[in-house]
């Protein structure tokens, strides 16, 4: 146990979640549920309970250090890892790699994203162990996959092969986020499964993955093997970590290597990713809407939509709206067709150009 640690990605914006997730405010630091707790914070819970919680990490933007004390008090100063820039998954799973080579040459790690929903914690939890235990013996990089329920052009997609190595399969091949026609193509013939962003490794493969195929990655970092989970990591990354290239773990390592294994995994998974993803989960009326975080609502001639107010004490009568997300958070107000949700993020860039930046 003691060689074992998880990674939290912790430093994105949620633009599709707008108006609830802003820049200032995104949505690992929301609690959706009325739980008491945030996305985050449910992360934390839930792999504490297989992790040391010395062992878990948070990787996120400097602009959120102070948010992720607010609500992880149990962390120190080194166990929240401060990017600089955004610069996408690769270098955020690069920069934690090499801290935590620093403080243990043979740990293993699970990476897990803020903000999924797990179901059945039970499965996850046996399933996550499952994973540190064969990355321990194989060099192998294992993504957890889901067996998709519809076609889903937001999710990336692992083919898996013939070749089982225990319960693990070898993956043909990893794409991330096709087209809706190639999802069709993909879903149909049984053969692919979601990436659910899940990752589990020993942290020399995942070293070496960088280097054959992320040397300029691996190179800048290298500069500093001998800074990390030190007083000067803070200035060296600093100084070098916005040199890294804006590519994800997906594109840059995971779609060229040949180690790639997968595990099937059945746990009750939700990647809060958009509105759309959040009106799948929820609990709906007679009439397919779902009406979210405790809000009140009056429901007339409509149906399928989302209705999510930031504040509890407002009531919204809906009538004759179909198919909408209807959300209100602060000085926004958005009504959107569920079909067209991919466009929010343009929506939030026209505006912040035209209103200005109070509004992204």
């Not at 998880?6 to 820049?23: A, D, K, L, N, Y």
């Not at 080194?78 to 740990?107: D, F």
């Not at 009326?285 to 009056?298: G, H, I, R, S, W």
């Amino acid at each position: 146990m003691k060689d074992n640690y998880c990674v939290i990605m912790g430093g994105g914006i949620g633009s599709r979640f707008w108006p609830f997730s802003r820049e200032s405010y995104p949505k690992q630091f929301l609690d959706f549920f009325g739980t008491g707790r945030s996305l985050l914070q449910m992360t934390f819970d839930r792999f504490s309970k297989i992790i040391p919680t010395e062992n878990i990490y948070i990787v996120t933007n400097e602009l959120y250090a102070k948010l992720i004390k607010e609500q992880l008090p149990e962390l120190k100063d080194n166990q929240i890892l401060l990017e600089p820039t955004r610069r996408n998954t690769a270098p955020c799973i690069a920069y934690a790699t090499y801290h935590i080579k620093a403080c243990n040459p043979n740990a293993n790690i699970v990476v897990a994203p803020s903000d999924h929903l797990i179901l059945k914690e039970d499965i996850f939890l046996r399933d996550v162990q499952k994973s540190l235990d064969f990355v321990k013996e194989n060099e192998a990089l294992v993504t957890l996959g889901i067996k998709p329920s519809r076609p889903e052009t937001g999710y990336g997609y692992i083919q898996s092969s013939d070749t089982m190595l225990g319960d693990f399969t070898k993956v043909k091949t990893f794409t991330e986020k096709p087209n809706l026609e190639l999802a069709k193509v993909f879903y149909e013939s049984g053969e692919f499964f979601w990436n659910s962003g899940l990752f589990v490794w020993n942290v020399n493969t995942v070293l070496s993955a960088f280097e054959k195929f992320l040397p300029e990655i691996s190179a800048r970092f290298d500069l500093g093997k001998e800074k990390f989970n030190t007083p000067e990591e803070r200035h060296f990354i600093h100084e070098n970590f916005p040199y890294c290239p804006n590519i994800s773990i997906d594109y840059g390592v995971m779609e060229k290597a040949d180690n790639v294994y997968m595990l099937c995994v059945d746990f009750g998974w939700a990647d809060l990713g958009t509105w759309g993803s959040l009106f799948d989960i929820a609990h709906k009326d007679e009439n397919n809407n779902a009406v979210l975080k405790n809000n009140k609502a009056l429901m007339y001639e409509s149906s399928n939509n989302v209705v999510a107010f930031e504040n509890p004490n407002r009531l919204a009568v809906v009538q004759g709206i179909n198919d909408c997300i209807i959300a209100e958070s602060g000085n926004v107000l958005l009504i959107c067709k569920k079909e067209d949700e991919q466009r929010i993020k343009q929506y939030v860039a026209d505006a912040q150009i035209k209103y200005g930046k109070e509004f992204n």
